[in-house]
């Protein structure tokens, strides 16, 4: 394999998304370098303030608070746009674009409110504008209705598509006021620099927006969104929505009516058995409405630096994968892995168990499940017909090791009726598993 090309990237802004990118890139170098061909390497970062002190630091002289310093250098061929705000933010992406110098940005009211000029400059300067971390982090949505979907004709997109209200609100619920649970939304990195724009609606607004004009494909303002924001709920409102089995979450909106588009963003309450209501914390779930497809519900973290990282390398990775050769061209496979043996894979099991009804009989399927290392998280024993039927559910344990144990207690003479196991799925702990 030839050596790597190499890609100078430049950042605008190094914060809480900013050095998650330098990370990443720096951390992922050898799997890019593979994947694409090209090697990025941060030469600049853009900053208001390049003296102070930071946790995860550039080399010397990459940070600069002088724009003209990444744009004139001459050799930057990539940038991402990671410090938000529309001004002066747009004229630089719109300049860096208009100058053929393809930007990947994060920043969803720049693209709802100028998205129009961006892209004329980006077909001027024969760029790309990628925008899939302005839109649910981490969830590849943007991508999925530009290329996956682009004929199911989805006429309808309803979500949670704010990190920082989803928290806040499941934090209240848990008792949390919405003054505690908007500080450590922010300590944790989720919240705008102005985080009036994520409880007001604001920055949900921008998504649907967004959202919708991909969706339908025709341009939807941000003017044209009804906006309503968490600020106006009252814990009344909370407690309501628990008595009615619901739970209160910001919701977003876009219907394709005919040949018109509606898309508003507010508080719902959400019946507890709908998709959206176990979206928890900083999570985001968007549900796509369409002809061919019917329904499809993509979740996943909505907010957070490393996770809008993930989706500014995967913009940046596509700017090069459309241009160069590369796994994103070829065969995906570049590696021989090893399999894992039969019977290794590890899960909680439940299983059932019929055995005679008598002293000592319990002892002896314990004595076999520990002999095979299987360690028994729930019993729950129920009378049978002359025996005993007994549902177990077990820690994490390896499939051989569960069957080997069956084996062993379908041995016994004590034992009556097949015994049998299944796998568990479950995020709770076993220990929690309830039996009714
Ligand atoms: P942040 O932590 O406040 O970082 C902003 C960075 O941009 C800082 O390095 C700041 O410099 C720099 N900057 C801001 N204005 C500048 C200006 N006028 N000139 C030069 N440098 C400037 O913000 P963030 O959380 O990383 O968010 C950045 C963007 O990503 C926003 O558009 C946001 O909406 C979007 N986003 C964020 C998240 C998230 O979870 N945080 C998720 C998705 C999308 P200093 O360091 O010197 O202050
Ligand atoms: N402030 C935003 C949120 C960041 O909480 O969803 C992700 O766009």
């Given at each position: 394999m030839s050596a790597p090309v190499d890609v100078p990237v430049a950042l605008l802004g190094y914060g809480t998304v900013g050095s998650a990118v330098h990370r990443l890139l720096e951390d992922g170098a050898e799997d890019i370098a593979r994947a694409t061909g090209h090697r990025l390497r941060v030469v600049r970062a853009l900053v208001r303030d390049p003296g102070r002190e930071r946790e995860h630091a550039p080399a010397h002289?990459?940070?600069?608070?002088?724009f003209r310093r990444i744009v004139d250098?001459?050799?930057?061929a990539l940038v991402a746009e990671?410090?938000?705000?529309v001004e002066p933010t747009g004229e630089y992406v719109a300049e860096l674009l208009r100058r053929g110098i393809p930007v990947v940005t994060a920043n969803k009211q720049l693209v709802a409110r100028h998205g129009p000029e961006l892209f004329e400059a980006a077909a001027e300067g024969g760029a790309q504008l990628r925008f899939?971390?302005?839109?649910?982090?981490?969830?590849p949505v943007i991508k999925l209705l530009r290329e996956?979907?682009?004929?199911?004709?989805?006429h309808r997109v309803l979500g949670i598509v704010n990190g920082t209200t989803n928290f806040v609100l499941g934090e209240m619920e848990a008792g949390s006021t919405y003054a505690d649970a908007l500080a450590e939304a922010q300590r944790l990195g989720y919240?705008?620099?102005?985080?009036t724009e994520d409880v007001s609606g604001l920055d949900a607004a921008a998504k649907m927006a967004i959202l919708a004009t991909v969706a339908f494909g025709s341009r939807v303002a941000l003017e044209g969104v009804e906006v309503a924001g968490?600020?106006?709920?009252?814990d009344e409102h909370v407690a309501a929505a628990r008595a009615l089995e619901m739970r209160v979450k910001l919701v977003g909106e876009a219907v394709l009516v005919g040949e018109r588009v509606g898309v508003r963003v507010g508080p719902a309450f959400v019946?507890?058995?709908?998709?959206?209501?176990?979206?928890?914390?900083a999570f985001n779930a968007v549900m796509l409405q369409g002809d061919a497809i019917r329904e499809l519900t993509l979740e996943g973290p909505g907010a957070g630096g490393t996770e809008t990282a993930s989706a500014i390398v995967a913009d940046l990775v596509s700017v090069l994968g459309a241009s160069e050769a590369g796994f994103l061209r070829d065969d995906p496979v570049w590696r021989s892995l090893g399999a894992l043996p039969?019977?290794?894979?590890?899960s909680p099991y439940y299983l059932r168990l019929e055995v005679e009804?008598?002293?000592g009989v319990l002892a002896r399927l314990a004595q076999e499940l520990a002999s095979e290392g299987v360690s028994v998280a729930r019993l729950v024993q129920q009378p049978g017909d002359g025996h005993a039927v007994l549902h177990v559910v077990t820690h994490e344990a390896p499939a051989g090791r569960v069957e080997a144990a069956l084996r062993a207690i379908r041995a016994l003479p004590e034992s009556r009726g097949d015994a049998s196991a299944l796998p568990v799925v479950s995020s709770?702990?076993?220990?929690e598993l309830g039996w009714t």
């Open positions: 002289g990459v940070l600069t608070g002088d250098d001459g050799g930057v990671v410090m938000g705000g899939e971390a302005s839109v649910c982090a981490a969830i996956s979907l682009v004929v199911t004709n989805v919240a705008e620099a102005d985080p968490i600020d106006a709920l009252r019946d507890a058995h709908h998709p959206l209501a176990s979206i928890e914390g039969h019977g290794e894979l590890p009804d008598r002293a709770r702990g076993v220990e």
